[in-house]
């Protein structure tokens, strides 16, 4: 179905519909651009960043479903609800947060996609001397779960969940994401003593070079481009839904048990009901994990709570403490394993 624009207000006809509604359209009807939407001006600062380090190379940006660069493709691909605010309205009460929905987080997000493409343009990663620096890019590894050391000086410190520590790739396009967002006197200063600084004195190394020679690829595929997908914005939640809410675990009851009881005076999941966003914000902020799947735990926790008849003493802080511990150790092995699952 084609939707054009209102011809009073210049806005998409879509941009009126209810959620329901808007739901039910494919993302390539939506004929959103990057041209005219407030992604412009964090792509133009990008490209301006690159010619302040006299590098020629400006990765191609286009919408797709989600932030990456594809493999082997100099171009970087930004979540299409990024590109109309009334599909960062949507994405925001499907997924309770907007993935790079500030200026800020847009452009951390934009350097590090941009390490990606510079690599896949210039082949860096190939060399020995890469993989001396970064690791072997080929070994097993799992970015969606990983073990990370918060305490490490081995790598840049960029995007949360020390995401540096989850493949050698990704420690590279960190690693360049700091180079390039921060004076060299800057980034010298801030990591000291760090052994992270002789991977950031290599990726100089390597953007010197870059800055003399043309990279051996140009142009490359937009993979899962939004002009192209024919899924409805519903399946396209759903499906996003379903991946951040696998593997939630049936709670041990002995658990819940030892933080409540049955012979307090309030019902433990009135008590969690009323703190919800402060343990949820409290937990997102610590652990860095997506919003939604910590809303989900939550939710899942309140309603087994009440399915066990669970009960809680006066004593709010130290059921909340202890609760927020128990979600913390959770979360925090999800991040590990890619399962929620008790320590022991």
Partial sequence: MEETADSQTGEPAWATLSDAQLLQMRICDLHVRIEGSEIQPRVQELYTELAERNLAIRPVCYLGDEWFSPEGSPTIAIPFYLAYPRLEALELKQMLEVEGGTPEWCMSLLRHECGHAIDHAYGFSARDEWREVFGDRTAEYDPETYRPRPYSRSYVQHLPNWYAQSHPDEDFAETFAVWLAMPADAWRTKYEGWKALEKLEYVEKLMQEAATIRPALSRGRRISEASKLKRTLERYYAERRRRFAEDFPDFYDA???????????????????????????????????????????????????????????????????DLAAYLATLVTNYLHTGKFKRLV
Avoid: C
């Fill in 255 to 321: 658990d819940l048990q030892a933080i409540f009881g049955k012979t307090g005076t309030e019902p433990a999941h009135k008590l969690m009901r009323r703190n919800k966003q402060a343990l949820i914000n409290s937990i997102v902020h610590w652990t860095g994990q997506p919003k939604y799947t910590v809303d989900q735990l939550v939710t899942q926790l309140i309603k087994r709570s009440r399915e066990l008849g669970l009960k809680t003493s006066n004593d709010d802080m130290r059921v909340n403490f």
